[in-house]
Structures are given as structure tokens and as C-alpha cells.
């Protein structure tokens, strides 16, 4: 469940907000003040969007301070921009201030537009935002996760009961199950990637 702090930004300062979004401007910075979102700064676009990110950044983020920040990409989607979205909390913040910013993520997206949020950083120190850094992060995130030898095992084995399932006609013994050498594995899970089309296993039986 999302906790909601029932902080928004009044009137005046969604029109600002707004006006922010042509592409004049590369970023814009919001805080919370006196429980009301209020826009801070804005920075003009100079180059390109990888040109301008560590100029930008350092302008923007303060050591000690809390905020949020839009930086505007220079691609584009159906509904305009695309912005990266980050929430900037670092690790001095007192509770009640961790608890604030993170209870009012929501509101500020949904205020600004979260059709054009292309990429959503949370961060906590002021060396986590530069470009390198950035795209270590967005790298990261679409990298495929870590499977372990078993979850690889099972996804073999799955493969291979397909494949007979399609290729096969008749009902093979059942009840009989035998242990898997590791190069017996090795080898099924090549078979079940589709890089040979022939596997023959030995059964050695000690009598």
C-alpha cells in the first residue's frame, strides 16, 4: 500500500510546473516547504541531454537537502517528452523528512505528468547522479536477473518436456528415474537450448 502525505502544489506553482515542460528548459528541481510542493530552480537546455547531465546535476542537488527532480530527455513519446524522474533523499535526512519525500513521490508524478516519466531514480548521496553513474543504473536495471544453477536446471528440463511433448508419438517407461552426472547436465542443457538435436545418455549400473 502507498502511503499518501496529502501534500500538493497549489495552483500558481502546477502552471509553473507546466510551463517548464517546453524545450526550453533541460531540468527543474521541487521541494517541500511548509508542506506544499514548490518549484526551486530551473535549468535551460544547453546541448544535449548527455552534455548537459553533470552540469545540471550539480546545480541541482544539495548535500544535505531533499528534493525532486525532472530532467528532460531529448527523446520523445506519444504524450511529449521523455524525463527522468529522481527523488533525491540523503542519508542525513532526519526521519520525518525521509518519510515526507517519500510519502509525496506519488503526488508529484501524478502532478507533473507520470505518462512522460521514462526512467524513476531514487538516490541518496550526491556522487549517485552523474551520467556514468546514471547509466550504470539504467543498465542495471534492464540486465537480465541472476539465475541459479537450479532455476537453469528446471528451465531445461521444462524445454525438453515440450520438445518430446511435440515430437514424440509414443509413451516412453514410466517409473524409472535415475540421477544426472554433472556433464549429463551440461550436455541436456545444451539440447534444451536448441544447439544440437541428438543427446544419447548411458546408464552405468553397478552389479
Known amino acids: 500500500m502507498t502511503l499518501q502525505s496529502g501534500i500538493h502544489a497549489d495552483p500558481y506553482e502546477t502552471i509553473k510546473l507546466a510551463d517548464c515542460k517546453n524545450l ?5 528541481k521541487l521541494i517541500i516547504d511548509k508542506e506544499k510542493i514548490v518549484l526551486l530552480m530551473k535549468i535551460p537546455s544547453k546541448g544535449s541531454w548527455e552534455d548537459d547531465f553533470d552540469v545540471a546535476m550539480g546545480k541541482l542537488l544539495d548535500a544535505s537537502s531533499p528534493c525532486y527532480v525532472f530532467y528532460r530527455l531529448d527523446s520523445v513519446n506519444s504524450f511529449g517528452s521523455d524525463w527522468i524522474f529522481i527523488c533525491y533523499v540523503p542519508e542525513s535526512s532526519d526521519v520525518r523528512l525521509k518519510t515526507i519525500y517519500a510519502a509525496t513521490k506519488a503526488t ?4 507533473f505528468g507520470d505518462n512522460l516519466i521514462k526512467d524513476d531514480i531514487t538516490v541518496n548521496c550526491v556522487d549517485e547522479m552523474n551520467l556514468k553513474a546514471y547509466k550504470k543504473i539504467m543498465e542495471s536495471k534492464s540486465a537480465p536477473g541472476p539465475y541459479t544453477e537450479a532455476e537453469i536446471e528446471v528451465a531445461g528440463i521444462h524445454t525438453g518436456e515440450v520438445t518430446t ?9 514410466g517409473g524409472v528415474s535415475f540421477a544426472l552426472s ?10 534444451s537450448s ?11 549400473v553397478n552389479v
Open 182 to 191: 554433472p556433464d549429463s547436465r551440461s550436455v541436456l542443457k545444451i539440447f
Open 108 to 111: 508529484v508524478l501524478k502532478q
Open 165 to 173: 511433448g511435440l515430437h514424440s508419438s509414443y509413451q516412453t517407461i
Open 24 to 28: 526550453s528548459y533541460r531540468a527543474v
Open 194 to 204: 536448441g544447439e544440437c538435436d541428438y543427446v544419447q545418455l548411458v546408464s552405468l
